[in-house]
């Protein structure tokens, strides 16, 4: 019996690494809206995203902490509106004095993002297999 | 009793200091829910949520830690290598301190649930290729090892593999596509759950056998399906995390299809019912079991969610709600504490006829009625958030809050009931363990 449990947990360490494999490999750039963002800034972005531990109240597509909204695509209200917020604060929301460079970074990252599609539930259709797919 | 006599012990005793400063970093952080100015200059949910996460999933690593190798050198019938366990102890030590005065200092920079500067993966990620070394040492003297050494063995190995996947964000290349760098996230988030209750279920397994005395369990045919298939689980369905983002169709498809085996568990323990109400009247006033008995519970009503929030079409009314926090404090909470505070009593209080006392059975209580108080408010706050997601026209988000707010107010009164309860219950415990028994 050792040897077919053994057996059964390659098959499935192997299959899991081809499937890992196959994700990391994966170049497609998922883009459904036509928002130009610079590439190598958004990366930069990503890393103030989270020095600022943004992800505690934020989400993206649905995933982070529930004290504030999602902002997947909250660049489509520009820079200024992003920017107001980190200025002033809002509630449980402190000030944040990022730098003109950080903030730019940040807004880049913000426009990868919208860029990548729609994280409002009401932008998706449901299939008749119970899967859902954005509209 | 010596406690740095054996390092499982350092390591259970570790675990439960950091259960304590979770259950007080999260009561505070819950205060701002209602008030968001509590704190804001000093602390503010920015420090207290990562301080109260990395509290919460240290304390499930650190304690499975002490209670693994606490089960080794009862397996084994010795407790070998005492010097590479303190080094493994020792590393994370270090690793604690650096975090915690990361935390506290504001100096951040990592992801969701290891918020902490990157480079403090590197002891923790030594810790744990020590922990692998040290563990098959250990049972290489084992000859036909139990399902519970294999969930351990494979816990071990995939939370080393995970993690480091988890930290590939640092290598640029994967932070070239936003959509991709968020997959490999959430995958590894995903995994490393279901690898660290590998660990965990495996010292379930292992305290059920002993206290049952069937030596025999741990070979059953049925322990080892159900085990491959948690394995499959873990492999194969994170995909249920990304059913919005929009990535290929194979890992939306094989996480809901991976997803739905676990009906065969929610079966199993309907199944399984009957014979634990009868055990459960013979083991009723031994602590280890009954937290066991209360890890079953949460399992069915955890599980039950889970099954419901992996259907895509569901997914779509629960995801990004609170729906999502009740299931991970549920699974937190419910799952892997019950059955880690089950191993405190097993391991460092074992005679049941010192577990006669009252505040113990008031916390237990206290603890399990908070926690379905908690968990519905939760949920509660889940559902207006999800109609507020398909309302027309779409209210303001902070209107959409303050609906939330009675339910605002019951979540923090049953999180307080909560931390008062476990504060009973570690209070019994610490009494008992230092307390000189006849």
């Known amino acids: ?135 | 009793m010596k406690l740095s006599k054996n390092t499982g012990t350092l390591f259970l005793l570790t675990g439960l200091g950091l259960f304590f400063a979770s259950i007080i970093f999260g009561f505070l952080a819950s205060i701002i829910y209602q008030y968001p100015e509590f704190l804001k200059d000093s602390l503010g949910l920015i420090k207290l949520r990562p301080m109260h996460v990395s509290a919460a999933l240290f304390w499930i690593l650190v304690a499975a830690t002490g209670a693994i190798y606490k089960s080794l050198a009862i397996l084994t019938k010795k407790d070998s290598y005492p010097l590479l366990q303190k080094i493994h102890w020792g590393l994370w030590i270090f690793s604690l301190l650096g975090i915690f005065y990361c935390y506290a200092t504001g100096n951040f920079g990592g992801r969701e649930y290891w918020e902490y500067p990157p480079v403090f993966a590197i002891p923790i990620g030594l810790a744990w290729l020590l922990f692998l070394l040290i563990f098959f040492l250990k049972v290489k003297s084992i000859k036909k090892w139990p399902v519970y050494v294999w969930m351990w063995m494979t816990g071990i190995v995939y939370f080393l593999f995970i993690f480091i996947e988890n930290y590939f964000w640092v290598i640029p290349y994967f932070r070239e596509s936003f959509i991709k760098d968020m997959v490999i996230q959430w995958k590894a988030a995903g995994s490393i759950v279901g690898a660290y209750n590998m660990l965990v279920y495996g010292s379930v397994f292992f305290i059920m056998e002993r206290i049952s005395k069937k030596a025999h369990t741990g070979f059953n045919k049925w322990a080892f399906a159900l085990f491959f298939l948690s394995f499959f689980n873990m492999l194969f369905n994170w995909g249920h995390h990304l059913y919005l983002v929009p990535t290929n169709a194979s890992i939306h498809y094989a996480g809901y299809i991976v997803s739905m085996t676990e009906w065969v568990f929610f079966i199993k323990i309907i199944y399984n019912w009957k014979k634990q109400v009868t055990e459960a009247e013979a083991f009723y006033h031994y602590y280890p079991y009954r937290f066991i008995l209360a890890f079953n519970f949460w399992l069915f009503f955890n599980l039950t969610l889970a099954l419901f929030m992996s259907i895509p079409v569901i997914n779509l009314y629960m995801h990004g709600t609170h729906f999502i926090t009740a299931h991970a404090m549920g699974t937190t909470i419910g799952i892997n504490t019950m059955i880690l505070l089950a191993a405190l009593f097993f391991f460092l209080v074992p005679k049941k006829e010192h577990h006669q006392s009252q505040l113990l059975n008031t916390g237990f209580w206290g603890i399990q009625i908070s926690l379905l108080v908690f968990l519905l408010s939760l949920m509660a706050m889940g559902f207006v958030k999800s109609i507020w997601f398909f309302e027309e026209p779409q209210a303001q988000f902070a209107e959409m809050m303050a609906r939330m707010k009675p339910f605002t107010l019951l979540f923090i009164f049953s999180g307080f009931s909560l931390f008062l309860s476990f504060l009973g219950v570690i209070s019994g415990f610490v009494f008992m363990l230092f307390k000189k028994h006849p």
């Open chain 1, 1 to 135: 019996m050792s040897k077919l449990i053994l057996m059964v947990f390659l098959v499935l360490s192997i299959a899991f690494l081809l499937f890992s494999s196959s994700i990391y490999a994966d170049d497609a750039v998922y883009i459904k809206k036509p928002v130009a963002y610079d590439a190598n800034l958004q990366k930069e972005g990503r890393l103030v995203w989270q020095k600022n531990n943004c992800h505690v109240c934020h989400q993206l597509y649905g995933l982070g902490g529930f004290l504030g909204p999602d902002l997947t695509n909250v660049a489509e209200k520009g820079y200024n509106y992003m920017d107001t917020f980190l200025k002033v604060g809002v509630n449980s929301m402190p000030i944040f004095n990022l730098t003109k460079e950080e903030k730019l970074h940040l807004f880049e990252f913000l426009k990868a993002t919208n860029a990548s599609g729609s994280a409002n539930p009401k932008d998706y259709k449901i299939l008749m297999d119970g899967m859902i797919v954005q509209k």
